[in-house]
């Protein structure tokens, strides 16, 4: 995607479709704001249940929560920040209906990765994918959302903050033990 310039219209801003879709019932503003959303909400989802399934049905859960409730935002925060809440709060709600069954994560077979690295490379980074992804389903889910949130999603703490519910100094405590447990788990992975 090239970088906006003055001759490129901007895309309108979240609020800007909200509100069109408010006064008018404009479906076509609410298909945009909610396809410009779709695809991060999906991979936080995803780097949360740690499967692919499961991530499509929370995700369809969070936009069908997201519809029902759009009169309930009331824009004191952004609609992402609603929106990251919402898919939060539904990814907790799966995880805890499947507390009793062990995250596991299938990841691609190696040969798909082969013919860029090699097969002996494309193994490594086979075995490395799937002790990461194993490190972080032993964490617990809000240790776990907090890593995503922003080392994935690449959200700032008081972003963080505001999509948990919770301040800023929490997040920052839950970032630093995620990050000491996944470092113990994932030592022998770690050059000194």
Known sequence: MNPPTLDMPQPPADEALLAAFRQSGDRKA??????????PIRAVVF?????????????????LQAFRRLDSYREEAQFSTWLYRLAINATYTFL???RGSPLE???DPPEAAG???GAAQAVLQAELDAQITSALASLSPKLRAVIVLTTIHQASIPEVAAMEGCS???????????RRL?????RRYLSS
């Open 168 to 178: 800023q100094a929490t997040v920052y405590w839950r970032l630093h033990k995620a």
């Open 182 to 186: 996944l470092k113990r788990r994932l």
């Open 30 to 39: 609410l298909n945009q704001l909610l396809a410009r959303h779709l695809r």
């Open 105 to 107: 994560y299938m990841p």
């Open 96 to 98: 805890r209906r499947q």
């Open 115 to 117: 013919t860029k690295y």
């Open 47 to 63: 780097a949360m249940v740690l499967d692919h399934a499961a991530a499509d049905d929370v995700t369809q859960e969070v936009f």
